[in-house]
């Protein structure tokens, strides 16, 4: 994935790092990276998944009303 943030005219370095951290955010690359430095056993990972699928349907199930 290459993200691409250069400096605007007139504009401070203090908002290219916030953009810079912005767009890293909406991208997922430091959530994968995270996510990537431990061991899942297939358990766990199963597990991880099921919440995760939870998660999903509990909040779509919130905005269809």
């Given at each position: 994935?290459?993200?691409?943030?250069?400096?605007?005219?007139?504009?401070?370095?203090?908002?290219?790092?916030?953009?810079?951290?912005?767009?890293?955010q909406m991208?997922?690359?430091?959530?994968?990276?995270?996510?990537?430095?431990?061991?899942?056993?297939?358990?766990?990972?199963?597990?991880?998944?099921?919440r995760r699928?939870?998660?999903?349907?509990?909040?779509?199930?919130?905005?269809?009303?």
């Amino acid at each position: 994935m290459a993200l691409d943030v250069s400096l605007h005219d007139g504009e401070s370095q203090d908002s290219l790092v916030r953009r810079f951290q912005r767009a890293i955010q909406m991208e997922g690359i430091l959530r994968e990276a995270k996510a990537s430095q431990t061991f899942l056993s297939k358990r766990d990972a199963a597990n991880l998944k099921s919440r995760r699928a939870a998660r999903r349907k509990r909040l779509g199930r919130q905005y269809t009303k």
